[in-house]
């Protein structure tokens, strides 16, 4: 492949694109360590998934489509792949995370879908009709 | 790497990756229970597929970007199935 000098305005664009992008993949990670509880660390991932994925992915669709003097979107693929998946993935593990601390008897809102009884207690609760046992 | 900027800003942006790696890291040793380790294991596919992006970018070839595709597909089915696990005791019932 012949590699060739970018523009500088670009060079530059590119760098703060992927710079802004890591930076932000780190911040995300730290609220990994810094965050208490679980429910609140389960939303560390997402801003990975959303702003660090799309800069960088930003920089490499930019930089190889000059690069290769063509239209290179094959990395808009991952960035909306990531962008499907991480909710899914988020979504079951606070399920499995609710499951397991309710099993273990810890103070979590109650299940909805169990069965109409609880389901119906739940809503009594919510509403203030009801005080929780 | 001919590109002035970028060749001091990748390694920048690699570096800022690692370290968010090694939180993960810290996180999957440390974790109370075993959904902090899954987790902390979803965050860090999610940091290496970026990793393998910005060395695509690095060494100016489109083969990484198979290997970030491949992480992310992996990546996804490995926590679905942890999390699975974690659901029911079993991945296929």
């Not at chain 1, 509880?37 to 702003?51: D, G, N, Q």
């Not at chain 2, 810290?26 to 290496?48: E, T």
């Amino acid at each position: 492949m012949t590699e060739q000098i970018l523009p500088l305005w670009l060079d530059i664009f590119i760098s703060a694109v992927v710079v802004l992008g890591a930076l932000v993949a780190l911040i995300g990670s730290s609220g990994l360590l810094r965050l208490k509880t679980y429910f609140e660390r389960v939303h560390a991932p997402s801003i990975i998934a959303t702003l660090a994925t799309w800069c960088v992915m930003h920089a490499t669709v930019i930089y190889f489509s000059v690069q290769e003097q063509k239209l290179a979107i094959h990395a808009l693929l991952i960035a909306i792949f990531i962008a499907v998946t991480v909710p899914v993935t988020t979504i079951f593990l606070m399920r499995a995370a609710l499951f397991r601390a309710r099993r273990s008897g810890e103070k979590v809102p109650p299940s909805l879908s169990e069965n109409s009884e609880s389901r119906a207690q739940a809503a009594a609760v919510q509403c203030g009709e009801m005080e929780p046992d | 790497m001919i590109n002035p900027v970028l060749s001091v800003a990748l390694p920048i942006a690699m570096f800022l990756l690692s370290l968010a790696m090694f939180c993960c890291l810290i996180r999957i040793l440390r974790g109370p229970a075993a959904q902090d380790r899954v987790l902390a294991l979803d965050c860090m596919y999610l940091n290496g597929m970026l990793f393998m992006l910005v060395l695509g970018i690095y060494y100016s070839s489109s083969a990484y970007f198979e290997a970030a595709l491949l992480i992310a597909l992996l990546g996804f089915a490995s926590s679905t199935a942890m999390a699975k696990f974690l659901l029911r005791g079993e991945v296929i019932e």
